[in-house]
């Protein structure tokens, strides 16, 4: 079992920043994949960033491309996400995701890759 605790959400301004944090811990993975998704209000949940722990190789969803940027610090196990240019769009309740085999080919945005998840952290962006 791998646990995933995620922190850092709250509110901000249109144009703020946010870094959130993902911690793991209990019988984590030496590679995987794992994703960051967000789900607001009345949408699908969506894939927002993924990373392959093995290789730190990074994606993204083309709506955050160039704002937002996925890293990890295996020694913490943690991942993190920090978003910068916020839009009043990225508010949404954001996930953390873990124990994907792949991130290549597109497999980073499904959510049903994943194995593990958190409870999720409150993202909120004012105009």
């Known amino acids: 079992q791998v646990q995933l605790v995620e922190s850092g959400g709250g509110s901000v301004q249109a144009g703020g920043s946010l870094r959130l944090s993902c911690a793991a811990s209990?019988?984590?993975?030496?590679?995987?994949?794992m994703g960051w998704f967000r789900q607001a209000p009345g949408k699908e949940r969506e894939g927002v960033a993924a990373?392959?722990?093995?290789?730190?190789?990074?994606y993204y969803a083309d709506s955050v491309k160039g704002r937002f940027t996925i890293s990890q610090d295996n020694a913490k196990k943690m991942v993190y996400l920090q978003m910068n240019s916020l839009t009043p769009e990225d508010t949404a309740m954001y996930y953390c995701?873990?124990?994907?085999?792949?991130?290549?080919?597109?497999?980073?945005?499904?959510?049903?890759?994943?194995?593990?998840w958190g409870q999720g952290t409150q993202v909120t962006v004012s105009s």
């Open positions: 209990g019988r984590t993975y030496s590679s995987n994949c």
């Open positions: 990373i392959y722990t093995g290789d730190d190789s990074t």
């Open positions: 995701a873990a124990g994907g085999a792949y991130c290549s080919g597109g497999y980073w945005r499904n959510r049903y890759e994943y194995v593990y």
